[in-house]
Each structure stands twice: as C-alpha cells, then as structure tokens.
C-alpha cells in the first residue's frame, strides 16, 4: 500500500474520527451515514445493511431519523465513530473518542470500542490519549 | 466517480438550505421588499428626464429588478463559499479530505448546489414574474439574463 501512488485505497482502508466531532446538525443521523457511505463509494444495498449493524451495535437505530442537532454529546461522538465504521476499514483512527464526554458515556464508549474489537477482528483499533 | 462524489457533496447543501426554511424564506421575501419599497419609491425620479435619459428607461423597476435578481443569486454564492469555510471550522472539510472522494468534487459540489439555489430562487420564482413582469418586459431583460442566471456562479 503506497500512499502517494494510489491515496484511494489507502484511504479507503482507513476509519477516521476526528477530535471535533464533524457530525452535520442539520442532517439525520441517518443521513449522515449514508452521506459517509456515499464518500467512500458504497453501494445502496451496502450501506442500507451495514448502516443498520454500526448504528445498532452503537445504540443509535431508534434516533436515526432525529436531527443531529437534537443529538446529545455522546450519541454525536458515537454516531461519529459509526460513520468512520461505515466502509469496514482495517485500520480505525480515533483522535480523543471521549474527549469532553462524562465518565458514564466514557466508560460507555470504551465498552462500544472494545466490542468492536471483539467483533471485527480485521479492526484494529489505534488510541490516542493523554492521562493526567 | 467524480460525478456522484459533486452530487452528494451538492446533495448535502442543497438539503440544509430548504430545511433551514428561514433561509429561502429570506431570500424570496428581501429582493421582494427592495422591489415594493425601495423599487417605487424611486420612482419619482424618473420625472425627471435627465434622470429618465440616464436609467434607460421610464420604470424604475425595470431599471432595479435585474440588478435585484443578480443580487439574489449572487449572495447564494458567497453562501456556497462561506460554507466551505464553516466545514474547515467544525472539521467536516477534513473528514472529507480523509474519505476517496475527488478534490475538486468539494468545491464543485457547493458550485453545483449554489446554482441550483440560485435557478429557483432568483429569476423563475412566480411571485416576482407575476408582480413585477410587465414593468421588466418593456425592457426586455429577462430575456437577456436568464442564461446569466442560469449560470449563477
């Protein structure tokens, strides 16, 4: 895999979650799937039936045709690792998953990534955190 | 490729601008007002035939409304622009930048949907035809501006 030759495939076998959290408040959570599903060059099909699996192992199905807006900071935070999940990528970048979160959805999401892991052995998850 | 990646970037914008509801809203309702108020309270300059001479024309609102219309549409560009800035602000221009989507497919997309905002908010929206048609015919700018329109950006 050479980056400067072919910066597609590298990127597509990459997830990214961004530290900021660049969820669209003004689309559904669905919608921000299926957008994430579309950048990457995914099928219909594809991310009809994957979307459903990220956002119910990350507990989000019931609010997907909520505004993200309506969203609290943990769902955001989740729903946003759900998109980065959307393309199955075999490495997953995570800047700071739990950075301003409180303890419960910390802990919460910890749990979700660690499940992940147990899920999807190809994932293979990258942390990045300061503990003071 | 290319073509889906600038539909869906389009796509997004187009989606936010009719859901914001205020914002088409504005935009219909503001050209309307400067052509109500501002349009025929001028009016009364065209008495004079010096300034008839200089505008081209008896109606002041044939000598405003394509320079109304322009505007219109002019600001939904500087709408498409500013939203790529406000992407670069939240981080989503670089979760774009991290997915296999084509460069130019970013700015694309927002020219995409600017233009189309601007094709159905300026110049072919109803109320303006039907208010204030008569007054443009006599100049005949429509003609001249709907390709301009067309190509807002």
């Known amino acids: ?132 | 490729m290319i073509l889906s990646d600038v539909a869906y970037v389009a796509w997004r914008e187009v989606v936010k601008f009719f859901r914001a509801k205020t914002r088409p809203l504005v935009t219909v309702i503001q050209p309307l007002i400067w052509l109500g108020l501002m349009g025929n309270m001028m009016q009364g300059l065209t008495q004079s035939p010096f300034i008839e001479k200089l505008l081209g024309t008896g109606s002041y609102l044939a000598f405003m409304t394509p320079g109304i219309i322009v505007m219109t549409v002019l600001s939904g560009g500087v709408f498409a622009g500013m939203s790529i800035v406000w992407d670069r602000r939240i981080g989503y221009l670089e979760k774009l930048l991290a997915a296999p989507i084509s460069r130019a497919a970013i700015p694309l997309g927002k020219m995409v949907a600017a233009a189309v905002q601007g094709r159905i908010l300026g110049p072919s929206h109803p109320p303006y035809r039907r208010r204030f048609g008569r007054a443009v015919r006599h100049r005949n700018s429509w003609g001249d501006l709907r390709p301009l329109c067309g190509h807002g950006l």
């Open chain 1, 1 to 132: 895999m050479d980056v400067s030759k072919d910066p597609g495939v590298t990127k597509r076998s990459i997830g990214y979650a961004a530290q900021e959290t660049p969820v669209d408040d003004h689309l559904t959570g669905w919608e921000n799937l299926y957008l994430q599903g579309r950048f990457y060059h995914l099928s219909r099909e594809e991310i009809r039936k994957r979307g459903e699996e990220v956002l119910r192992l990350f507990g989000l199905w019931e609010r997907r045709n909520d505004l993200a807006q309506t969203y609290s900071g943990g769902m955001l935070k989740r729903l946003d690792i759900a998109c980065a999940l959307i393309h199955r990528p075999k490495i997953l970048f995570l800047d700071e998953p739990t950075l301003g979160l409180d303890v419960q959805t910390r802990t919460a999401i910890w749990d979700y990534i660690r499940k992940l892991r147990e899920e999807h052995l190809r994932t293979r998850i990258l942390q990045r955190r300061v503990r003071r």
